[in-house]
């Protein structure tokens, strides 16, 4: 998929904000060049370098063992393949909640290293001062509220936020004062929809749901999860639009079939040198 000549859909902070009321915004996870440019290319307004990187692509068990030097390496990659999405890249878990001064140093060196637009923070009222220096020093920041992974030991596992009325109040307490820090806009995870309908009209910057539902302001998949390709577990709130990891098995039985029967390769995949 190629975008048609001519046409310009740069995405930043700015647009991200312009499009509140107007139109959803669509964002998806990438950790790697080819899935970014791919995504890219697809129309998708935002790309998010999750931590998520830690339990999709490197294999653990949740995202606390992410590291900011994990983050750059592939946050690096996928800006090397966007030309129209914006680029939001994760602080990993206890980068930002030491100091203010260890968040900037951080965060200037996700930014400055991986050319990246914006970051995004796990936390509400107890970050909001974080936000409002990153912001302070020209990082945009996007806020995440609800079910925060980083938080899983304290939830007690992952699960759904703000179902009971002082949890709801607090998530949209937190969403208040994470707007007037200077946050760009704010992803709702595993919330109740009502809640984040609640949020999204009190706020003026886009909240971003993933099992927020339909009245977010837009909507963030983790990219594995979306396609099929990460079968560890499946939460409630994935749409699969593939089969990814299916076809992939396919592919890898016939190719083991055909290097094992002789099959593969054939002679035009293969190299000749003159008979003398
Ligand atoms: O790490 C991640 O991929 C995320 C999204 C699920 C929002 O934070």
Not at 43 to 55: A, E, F, R
Not at 79 to 107: C, Q, T
Not at 124 to 146: C, E, F, N, Q, S
Not at 175 to 183: K, Q, R, S
Request: hydrophobic residues 40%; proline residues 3%; negative net charge.
């Amino acid at each position: 998929f190629k975008l048609k000549e001519g046409v310009k859909m740069k995405n930043n902070i700015k647009t991200f904000i312009e499009s509140k009321g107007k139109s959803k915004l669509s964002v998806l996870t990438a950790y790697d060049y080819s899935t970014a440019k791919i995504i890219d290319q697809s129309g998708v307004n935002g790309i998010l370098v999750g931590d998520s990187l830690g339990m999709v692509c490197l294999g653990y068990k949740d995202t606390l063992s992410v590291t900011v030097d994990d983050m750059i390496h592939h946050g690096k990659a996928v800006v090397r393949g966007v030309e129209n999405a914006l680029v939001i890249i994760d602080m990993p878990f206890m980068s930002y909640e030491v100091s203010i001064k260890d968040a900037l140093v951080n965060a200037g060196r996700i930014i400055k290293e991986t050319g990246a637009q914006a970051l995004k923070l796990e936390g509400g009222l107890d970050i909001v001062d974080t936000v409002r220096a990153l912001v302070k020093a020209k990082i945009p920041v996007m806020g995440h509220l609800g079910l925060t992974p980083q938080s899983v030991n304290v939830f007690g596992g992952f699960k759904v936020q703000g179902k009971d009325a002082k949890d709801a109040q607090n998530i949209i307490d937190s969403a208040l004062a994470l707007e007037e820090a200077g946050a760009f806009a704010i992803v709702l995870e595993c919330v109740p929809s009502k809640l984040a309908k609640i949020i999204t009209e009190k706020l003026s910057i886009p909240t971003i749901g993933i099992g927020g539902g339909s009245d977010c302001d837009g909507q963030v998949l983790v990219w594995q999860d979306s396609v099929g390709l990460f079968s560890d577990f499946t939460p409630k709130f994935v749409k699969k639009y593939a089969e990814v990891g299916k076809i992939m098995t396919e592919a890898f039985v016939t190719y083991d079939k055909e290097v094992k029967d002789g099959s593969f390769p054939e002679e035009k995949h293969c190299f000749t040198i003159k008979e003398d």
